[in-house]
């Protein structure tokens, strides 16, 4: 990035004063820079092929903007070449609908479905036929008195249990009594009921055969003809529907025949038979129908006339129509057919470019402002992993005509980076991906402003968390509601009615609803690339948790002391733009490393004093071990490694006086500064910075007995100042003014603590006077700092 230094638009420089942890850090980012720059390449380099890529590839734009309803601004405009107008895809999509509605189904000729109808009722006929022998020889021998009777009648069941003839009772029980009752008075068998159903059922399917039978309810057709397909004779014909008969008009029909000649005992019987053996002679073909469907589908015009060219299209102030809009639809396609590969180049090329510059100038943000994103590669990979989601998702939705552009959740990106990052970085991401989405939509100045105006209020709501709700139910609201004002006012402004608004609402709605997947994307966010969002913040800022309530048990002055310190270090953080979020679980959880050692710490003690019986130095490493014993703790309950970070770096390498002043008492013994301080790191961070005053703030002023306003004020500035001088700060990016905040926030919050023991001074100047440390005393102790959160 050398070239951007001599133009000027180089990262700012920290002279940061070496301090313990500064080479290191110093040293392996220096090793780390060259990796960091391939990395960075290689993403930039396939998030802009994957959105270039996705660019529609075959559309031009016509000379000028317009929107339906409005005049037409620009000069008239006529045809530079003939051209076909296009259908709408509502005219397409109603021709497709009347072919599918008026397209005959065809149905298959079932040649030999008369001998198939025959053999069935011959062997309904063979089956019925030993039963009935068996019955009239059973009836014989019962009248004559035979001694065979009882046999007989054994044989008659076994016959009727023999066939396959499908019965009711009463119908068995007709035909074997006609049966019986004619052939026992010596009377001809053709006057059986059984011969003459034989004969009306031959008669009545030979009519129906004739007539035709198909093989589903007329209902389901929607066509007032079919088509009659015979493949034997390759013939095909069309015929009205009227002439043929369904199922349930080839039961009506023979239910009626049979009533008109038989009694209604017989003419059941007959019914029943009748439907074992009835097959329709016409097959719905469903393939072949469709095939026939699709075929006329492909043969439908999308054109429906011509511009001649030189033909006026639309004149300068002409309102611009639906009619009109789609001649400058179809031109603009046309342009497309016949554009040389020149043009289609360039056209390709010019919005390339644009979306180059859009993601560059993001990218100049990163580097310039939030250097810790550009040189962590997997933080920068997160960056541009969410933008490239929600742009190849706009892209997806666009040659949908059918699909609103307004359905892809565009406010997702932002509203993610803002809860893992800060809202200028989510801001800046609204303007990129606007940018790139508003061109995939054919230019759409309408729905880039609507997407910049939900995404920044989206934004603005989740910048600083402080409950669940507060993004479950007002976020998704403000990014509807935002959505719907813009759509609202580009309709008022355009006056082109009430429809689109409410086409548009249903799908902002759907889009708004999409935003709750934002809290499973953090999280699964979060396992992948090792981050702590506000959202894990607020779980474990839960003093109902096992390690807190632990922490409450085992050491309640430390619990008492670290919620102390969260509500200072939150409202300072909050003060200066840092997160205060952070700030309060860091300091809820910075001591728990007390918990081994409770009682060898003043907050914990009785009246016994532990260190009585230790020398200095072992008080000292006493002391210092809580620090590591609490990162022991916090890796044991898997906290996030920001949280571990702040428990190492709360007191920094800071001196412990009391103990290193005792020892100095003893003037035989070898007294190294070293052995008396904290093992570090220093904070190099605003929130661990805040942590490491807020710590060392609280502990003072509450061992103060006489805590007046004045003497908090100095007790603050003279604990403040004691860190600075001492380099405790020097990696910190605090700067002058953010510290006076913060003391100034401490005091307000320690007053309203001691409020009952402040007595106030009297002269309003001593509210205002400057204390011992001035910020001039360490003005060359302290770097200035980028701009925060």
């Excluded at 405009?77 to 003939?82: E, G, K, S, V, Y």
């Excluded at 003690?605 to 200095?616: A, E, G, I, T, Y």
Aim: proline letters at 4%.
């Amino acid at each position: 990035m050398s070239f951007l230094k001599k133009i000027g638009l180089g990262q700012k420089r920290t002279e940061s004063i070496p301090g313990i942890g500064a080479n290191k850090i110093r040293e392996q980012q220096e090793k780390d820079r060259k990796k960091n720059r391939i990395y960075v390449g290689l993403i930039l380099v396939v998030f802009l092929a994957l959105i270039i890529v996705s660019l529609p590839q075959t559309t031009f734009q016509p000379v000028a903007n317009y929107s339906v309803g409005e005049p037409w601004r620009a000069d008239d405009l006529t045809a530079p070449f003939t051209f076909s107008i296009l259908k709408t895809s509502e005219e397409l999509s109603r021709e497709r609908d009347e072919i599918r509605n008026q397209t005959p189904p065809i149905f298959h000729v079932n040649n030999d479905v008369d001998l198939e109808i025959e053999d069935s009722l011959d062997l309904i006929y063979r089956s019925l036929q030993p039963v009935l022998d068996s019955y009239i020889q059973w009836r014989r021998a019962v009248q004559n008195n035979e001694p065979s009777a009882p046999a007989d009648s054994i044989q008659y069941v076994r016959e009727r249990n023999l066939s396959n003839l499908r019965l009711d009772s009463e119908a068995w029980n007709t035909l074997l009594e006609n049966y019986s009752s004619v052939l026992l008075n010596n009377q001809p068998e053709r006057r059986t009921a059984v011969y003459q159903i034989r004969v009306q059922l031959d008669d009545i399917i030979d009519r129906l055969l004739v007539g035709g039978m198909i093989d589903r309810s007329r209902s389901t057709i929607e066509t007032d003809d079919i088509t009659i397909r015979n493949l034997r004779q390759i013939t095909e014909r069309t015929t009205s529907l009227a002439n043929i008969r369904d199922p349930d008009e080839v039961s009506d029909f023979a239910r009626l025949q049979l009533n008109r000649v038989f009694m209604p005992d017989v003419a059941s019987a007959a019914y029943q038979i009748f439907r074992a053996i009835i097959r329709p002679n016409f097959i719905y073909n469903e393939n072949a129908t469709e095939a026939r469907v699709q075929e006329l589908l492909s043969n439908i015009s999308v054109t429906k006339g011509a511009v001649d060219q030189g033909q006026i299209i639309v004149r300068r102030g002409d309102i611009v129509t639906e009619d009109t809009a789609n001649k400058l639809r179809s031109l603009a396609e046309a342009r497309a057919l016949t554009a040389t590969e020149l043009e289609r180049w360039l056209r390709y090329f010019g919005e390339s470019l644009i979306i180059v510059i859009a993601t560059l100038m993001f990218f100049f943000y990163i580097y310039l402002y939030r250097k810790q994103i550009y040189q962590r590669p997997s933080m920068f990979l997160l960056v541009f992993l969410v933008l490239t989601i929600v742009t190849l998702s706009s892209a997806i939705v666009y040659p949908f005509d059918n699909v609103n552009s307004y359905i892809v959740p565009i406010a997702i990106a932002p509203i993610i980076l803002t809860i893992i990052f800060d809202s200028r970085v989510g801001l800046i991401a609204t303007v990129t991906v606007a940018i790139i989405t508003g061109l995939i939509h054919d230019y759409n100045f309408e729905y880039m402003v609507a997407t910049i105006t939900a995404c920044s209020l989206g934004v603005f709501s989740v910048r600083d968390i402080k409950k669940r709700s507060q993004f479950f139910f007002i976020t998704p609201g403000i990014v509807f509601v935002s959505y719907m004002l813009v759509i609202a006012g580009f309709g008022l402004a355009r006056y082109t009615g009430w429809e689109k608004f409410f086409a548009d609402l249903f799908y902002i709605g759907v889009n708004s609803v999409f935003i709750l997947f934002t809290y499973p994307l953090i999280l699964l966010f979060e396992k992948l690339f090792k981050i702590t969002t506000d959202f894990t913040l607020l779980e474990l800022a839960d003093t109902n948790l096992p390690l807190m309530k632990e922490l409450m048990g085992t050491a309640p002055g430390t619990f008492h002391h670290s919620l102390q310190v969260a509500n200072l270090a939150e409202s300072a953080a909050t003060e200066i733009g840092a997160n205060g979020l952070l700030c309060r679980v860091g300091a809820m959880y910075h001591d728990i490393g007390k918990m081994v050692k409770p009682t060898y710490f003043i907050e914990n003690q009785s009246k016994s004093n532990d260190h009585d019986k230790l020398k200095p130095r072992m008080s000292a490493l006493v002391i210092k071990s809580h620090v590591s014993e609490g990162v022991k703790i916090a890796k044991e309950f898997k906290l996030p490694d920001i949280i571990i970070d702040m428990i190492e770096t709360h007191h920094g390498t800071s001196l412990i006086k009391y103990f290193h002043n005792k020892a100095k008492e003893n003037p035989d013994e070898n007294i190294q500064e070293e052995d008396f301080r904290y093992d570090g790191p220093i904070p190099f961070t605003m929130e661990q910075g805040i942590l490491l005053l807020a710590d060392g703030v609280e502990a003072s002023c509450r061992s103060m007995k006489d805590t007046t306003y004045s003497k908090l004020e100095n007790q603050i500035t003279r604990i403040v100042d004691e860190h600075i001088r001492d380099n405790q700060l020097s990696n910190c990016p605090l700067t002058f003014r953010q510290i006076q905040v913060i003391k100034e926030s401490f005091l307000r919050i320690l007053k309203g603590v001691y409020h009952s023991r402040i007595e106030y001074p009297d002269d309003k100047k001593e509210l205002t006077a400057p204390s011992a440390g001035t910020e001039n005393d360490v003005q060359k102790e302290i770097q200035p700092s980028e701009e925060s959160n």
